[in-house]
């Protein structure tokens, strides 16, 4: 069975680091194919695709975040982290890891959320 | 970076009704689509994947179709618990992007 689960610090202030971890089991990611990813998604708005870690340490980041975004992993302990750097009032929204498998995310987290107030 | 254009964007239809949602690339994704539920309050999941491919366990009464830059997902017969949103991703480059959604209700 697999299950992912997101945790973060709930609350940060403008110009703080944001700091998650997806810990899963039910997969490995030392397994070829494997990958697994962060979405965010503002309270009632859309999905954006964050950031993206393989099985071979391939690693890919949204453009238009890129220079705060920061993705990596530890196989032994089935987590992988994501680190957003100067946040502001926009990165308020639920953040999901999910696992990934070719180009799909075929099992994901049930969530975490982050409120950016000063 | 590939534009995923959904539409409707909301859609109102009776129970037992067939429903089609589209999906348009801006940009040829072979068949790198999938299709997502999220029913409000609840996480997103996947329904379809590689365009025409039903998830374990989704219903067979959803479906998907297409190839290039068209992608439809439809869903036969329509169920109290289809009320949801749903999204379309391609996975064909970085960054991989959603569509805006489809907000489904019933009449």
């Known amino acids: 069975q697999v299950t992912l689960k997101e945790s973060g610090p709930g609350i940060l202030k403008p110009s703080q680091t944001l700091s998650l971890t997806c810990s899963f089991s039910?997969?490995?990611?030392?397994?070829?194919?494997?990958?697994v990813g962060w979405i965010r998604q503002p309270s009632g708005k859309g999905l954006e695709w964050l950031a993206h870690?393989?099985?071979?340490?391939?690693?890919y980041y949204n453009p238009s975040l890129k220079s705060q975004l920061t993705i990596s992993k530890d196989t032994s302990r089935n987590q992988v982290f994501l680190k957003i750097t100067s946040v502001d009032t926009a990165d308020t929204a639920t953040y999901y890891c999910?696992?990934?498998?070719?180009?799909?995310?075929?099992?994901w987290g049930q969530g975490t959320t982050l409120t950016v107030s000063s | 970076d590939i534009q995923m254009n959904q539409s409707p964007s909301s859609l109102s239809a009776s129970l037992g009704d067939t429903i089609t949602i589209t999906c348009h690339a801006s940009q040829n994704i072979n068949v790198w689509l999938s299709w997502y539920q999220q029913k409000p309050g609840n996480i997103p999941k996947l329904l379809i994947y590689k365009a025409s491919n039903l998830h374990t366990g989704v219903p067979s009464r959803f479906s998907g179709s297409g190839s290039g830059t068209g992608f439809t997902l439809t869903i036969s017969s329509l169920q109290p618990e289809d009320i949801a949103t749903y999204y379309c991703?391609?996975?064909?480059?970085?960054?991989?992007?959603f569509g805006g959604g489809t907000k489904l209700e019933i009449k």
């Open positions: 870690i393989w099985w071979d340490d391939d690693k």
């Open positions: 999910a696992r990934s498998f070719i180009t799909t995310f075929d099992y």
């Open positions: 039910g997969f490995s990611l030392s397994t070829s194919g494997m990958g």
């Open positions: 991703q391609q996975g064909q480059s970085y960054p991989w992007t």
